[in-house]
């Protein structure tokens, strides 16, 4: 009995010695630039960043400073709801449902856009509003800080039209004040810049009936106002032009 214990005592020490080092559970704690890189959508962490599917198009609202007709700057709480934003992230575009043929998508990451007033949905991802859309809700699209005449783009079937100043007399002869002139909405202007065209069912554009510099006449109310270097146009579709006027 003697000579089994003597042999035992060295295991049970080895054994002791071996478990002593094992290596405890690490335990859970982030590091700060783990903290930092942490992704939020609506105050709720989540896993990664957004990856917008088919149309869809993220897109983070670009601030706008607004004034009165007298110059006057207005408080937030007092603009309009901004419209206009740089893309996040983009899908790469919608199946059309009967074909199967894949529409891209018109933006990129980096991309500056004009979209409808209440078009999306508005979201806050890592402390910042944004807005969710469709490619179909863009009008037009450019590149930079601002719009320009030179680089904005309408968006495949919208048509840019530059309004030309109100008539403030009559076919007779009346001059009218400009208090009388001011609720009309102009329906008629000067082609500036149309879009790719209309997307058909395989992918094809069928261009813009109209081209730069013909006047044209399009639907009351048809149109969308936008004021691009202190310019008045209108972002008009395709099927919402009427007419070329010939002069």
Known sequence: ?????RVAAPLLLILSTVTAFVPSAPTSHRTIS?????????GETIRGPITPLGNFVLVS?????????GGILLPDQSKKKSNEGEVIAAGPGKLHPHTGVRIHNPVKEGTSVLYGEFSGVAMVYNDEQVNMIRDDDIM????GVQMTKENVTPCRDYVLVKIEGEKLETSSGIVLAQSVTKDQVPCEGVVFKVGEGRMGSKGEFTPSPCKVGDRVKFK??????V???????SLTKMVDILCV???
Do not use: H
């Not at 009995?1 to 214990?5: C, D, E, I, K, N």
């Not at 037009?140 to 590149?143: E, K, N, V």
């Open 140 to 143: 037009i699209y450019y590149t």
């Open 1 to 5: 009995m003697t000579p089994l214990r």
């Open 34 to 42: 783990q903290l930092s890189a942490e992704i939020t959508l609506d």
């Open 227 to 233: 004021i691009i270097q202190g310019e008045i146009f």
């Open 220 to 225: 009351d109310y048809a149109g969308n106002e």
């Open 245 to 247: 006027i010939d002069e």
């Open 61 to 69: 609202i670009k601030d706008s400073l607004s004034a009165t007709s």
